[in-house]
């Protein structure tokens, strides 16, 4: 994921940067609307407020509900998000995302290393995309697809698919059976896409149906 590579020159140039503070909208120690990157820091946005562009290096990131900002960035911090939170898009390095009910993302989900939780009557209305990490969605709609590589994938309580669940095929030409990663899909959840498999995965599968999606596109070699 090249876009990653360039968070830590967006951190450099963006309108606000604080070292190691806490930065805080809603408190008088940041402007509502504004821009916001911190080094070694946190940043918290607080009910109600709205921030643009927010970039974090080495920092956690925290939204109240009924918060608004732009594309959160971050490199080494976690992202926790209570409920009835608009977001623009997420992209972190390192990292997991937290989120309550009724998460808006207007763009999509890119992680690397880290877990993804999203709850009840969110939507999102682009891919959400991992490479190492967990992604777990209950009762979540997404607009495009779900790609990830080794992480798990947990679909329950209604969640919808309108594109693929695709896992991409590691750099090594060699599969470690033992090491599988699993896809759990409840049957509750509609997947409009196929399930495309690029490497050897653990599927369990409350409906029957959903094993008629399922393609397979690897070669274990012997």
């Known amino acids: 994921m090249s876009h990653h590579r360039t968070l830590l020159a967006a951190v450099l140039i963006s309108s606000t940067f604080l070292t190691g503070c806490i930065i805080q909208v809603g408190d008088a120690k940041a402007n509502n ?26 920092g956690n990131v925290s939204l109240d509900h ?18 009835h939170v608009n977001l623009r898009a997420i992209d972190i390095v390192n990292g997991d995302i937290n989120a309550g009910d009724h998460l808006q993302v207007r763009a999509g989900i ?9 709850h009840k009557n969110s939507q999102i209305e682009n891919s959400i995309t991992s490479v190492n990490g967990d992604i777990n969605l209950v009762g979540v709609t997404v607009k495009e697809d779900i790609e990830t590589l080794n992480g798990d994938v947990n679909l329950s309580d209604m969640s919808v698919i309108f594109g693929d669940i695709t896992y ?12 599988k990663p ?19 995965v653990s599927l369990v599968f409350e409906n029957p149906a959903h094993h008629q999606k399922v393609v397979e596109s690897y070669h274990v070699e012997q």
């Open 168 to 179: 991409k095929k590691p750099d090594s030409k060699w599969f470690d059976s033992d090491d």
């Open 66 to 83: 009924h918060a608004h900002a732009e594309q959160v960035s971050i490199v080494n911090g976690d992202l926790d998000i209570e409920q």
């Open 110 to 118: 890119a992680t690397v290393n880290g877990d993804i939780n999203l």
């Open 182 to 200: 699993t896809l759990t899909i409840d049957k509750t959840v509609k997947i409009h896409g196929s399930i495309i498999l690029n490497r050897p």
């Open 33 to 58: 609307g504004d821009g916001l990157s911190s080094l070694f820091g946190n940043i918290h946005v607080e009910e109600h407020e709205h921030a643009g562009e927010i970039s974090s290096v080495n």
